[in-house]
């Protein structure tokens, strides 16, 4: 496996996601603290109703008519090709706008089944402030995102170093800045058992474990197997925090381990980022490859059908404003993921399509308080004891610009367990968890209910992979392959929990080997 540096730091936090989310029901900060009777001390419930009207949903929103449409049959129709192409590219993430990018010389088309573009980051604003619904930051120079440099570099785009520390909240509120280097994790305030799993875990047993000598043995096992060695209070931190899963019991071994020992938990060297986020990138993807060309991006329109013909090229079928189209390429990139493709490509290998089927999925839905009245504003990234979030930023950090009056987003991460995957397509669930959040929120930062004057949902059904024991080596290494006109540019190919940087690679390898093809 080849997880870049900071990957678990990176990978939980979303590729972008940024406060520390802690659950103090867990372990208990100190002696004599109550969490229950804390939290019911200051929680106050939200009424879903009451916010019901402030929220805008984003992404797969209901009812979703297509989809619906797809699922029920009712869009069998092929009619002849309409249109005739060089590529096309299924799926406007940052994948398939990086690949339109580097073939914008060529006749493309690209279909984006949402409204908007952008996949798991996409470019929103409220108030004037630019906000990213998806990811948010990259690393520095020379990290683990060196391919969305030079992709920034091409695009006359500069993000900006965030100078504000990572700091975790505690109950009482004891702040501890750079939380996973050895010195934070000493001057966390929490029981000398879990300090002690923290420095074994990280810095004494994971470099030991000779981890890809191992790799066909351990990824057999699950990961709340091997924690069975620690204290019970450390693996109920981890399973609250450090993890860009859902449970130690959902992974394999050789995975949790392998991106444990290469998150190179130092002190941190800081995060890059710009107003609008990583969302930013993608709009600035999109103008450019319409500057060479209008016509080429085409949103809201739901691919259900691929096919390569007798001649070898690529059909296209999709569902635009109520009529059915095809178009023809001489080639095809699917960024589209893999829960997708292997639905909609007709002709695609009996084993791929199985290797596909064989994914776990878990959905991840974002929520943005927005408010006129600042409700936390020193800082981009904060961590929280105590909500049932994964991750916090504050991304109007990167538009401080506009002063002090500038309108406060807070950003919160929800990570939800496989078996509510589906839990994003039910509109009054989303209202309720939107609500919990606030209440949350409200907990650590008192009048923020008061303050919240708009909330932007964004929903992405099933967008991250499992990593489930036995999946690196027995299902990871069959998926993205290749097959006759039909190229595969999805981030999970490379990495099974995802993020922006892996995308773009993506994109600039299946740009590359569509350019061979078709050479």
């Given amino acids: 496996m080849n997880t870049p540096r900071r990957a678990f730091i990176r990978q939980a936090l979303l590729a972008g996601g940024g406060v520390i989310a802690l659950g103090a029901g867990a372990f208990g900060a100190r002696v004599g603290w109550d969490y229950h009777k804390a939290r019911s001390r200051s929680l106050r419930p939200v009424p879903p109703d009451k916010i019901e009207s402030a929220i805008t949903f984003h992404g797969e929103v209901f009812p979703d008519s297509p989809n619906r449409m797809f699922r029920e049959g009712r869009l069998a129709e092929t009619p002849k090709p309409e249109r005739e192409t060089d590529v096309v590219i299924v799926g406007g993430g940052a994948g398939g706008l990086t690949a339109a990018y580097r073939l914008k010389d060529r006749n493309i088309l690209l279909l984006e089944a949402l409204p908007e573009f952008g996949g798991n980051s996409m470019y929103c604003e409220w108030e004037g402030v630019p906000f990213s619904l998806g990811g948010q930051y990259i690393g520095m120079p020379g990290t683990w995102a060196d391919s969305v440099w030079d992709l920034c570099r091409d695009l006359g785009l500069s993000p ?33 058992a879990v300090k002690r799993d923290m420095i074994r875990f ?19 096992i699950p990961f709340s197997e091997f924690m069975k060695g620690y204290s019970s209070e450390f693996r109920k931190w981890y399973e609250l925090l450090a993890k860009p899963y859902p449970h130690t019991s959902d992974v394999s071994a050789y995975y949790a381990i392998a991106s444990a020992r290469e998150g190179d938990y130092v002190e941190d060297s800081g995060i890059c980022s710009f107003p609008g986020g990583l969302g930013l990138i993608n709009r600035t993807l999109a103008k450019k490859i ?3 060309g209008p016509g080429r991006i085409l949103t809201s329109a739901f691919v259900y059908k691929v096919r390569h013909d007798a001649d070898g090229n690529v059909l ?21 993921e893999a829960n997708i493709a292997k639905e909609i490509i007709e002709d695609i290998p009996p084993a791929l399509k199985e290797a596909m089927g064989q994914m776990r999925r878990f959905s991840y839905p974002t929520f943005h308080f927005c408010s006129r009245k600042p409700i936390y504003q020193r800082g981009y990234r904060l961590g929280v004891m105590d909500c049932t979030v994964q991750a916090i930023t504050i991304q109007d950090w990167f538009s401080r610009d506009k002063g002090p009056q500038r309108p406060n987003i807070m950003t919160c991460f929800n990570k939800m367990s496989v078996e509510d995957v589906d839990l994003v397509q039910d509109r009054d669930a989303m209202v309720k968890m939107a609500a919990q959040v606030l209440s949350e929120l ?10 919240v004057d708009a909330i932007h949902v964004f929903l992405r059904n099933r967008n ?4 489930y024991p036995g999946y690196m080596t027995e299902v990871f290494p069959k998926l993205g392959k290749p097959f006759g ?7 999970e190919y490379l ?14 390898q299946a740009a590359e080997a569509i350019k061979k093809l078709l050479t």
Wanted: some cysteine; charged content about 25%.
């Fill in 485 to 491: 006109s039909i190229i595969f540019a999805n981030a």
């Fill in 160 to 192: 900006d170093k965030d100078t504000s520390p990572l700091v975790v909240v505690f109950p009482g509120n004891v702040q501890i800045a750079n939380p996973y280097s050895v010195l934070g994790f000493i001057r966390m305030p929490l029981p000398l």
């Fill in 495 to 508: 990495n099974p929990v995802t993020h922006f940087p892996e995308a773009v690679t993506a994109g600039n």
């Fill in 316 to 336: 296209a079928t999709y569902w635009h404003d109520g009529k059915v189209s095809t178009v023809r390429a001489k080639a095809a990139i699917v960024n589209a």
């Fill in 202 to 220: 990280y810095f004494i047993d994971m470099p030991k474990i000779d981890v890809e000598g191992r790799k066909d043995e351990l990824d057999k």
């Fill in 464 to 467: 991250y992979c499992v990593p």
């Fill in 442 to 451: 409200d907990m650590r930062f008192p009048g923020a209910i008061e303050k």
């Fill in 290 to 292: 319409d500057e060479a």
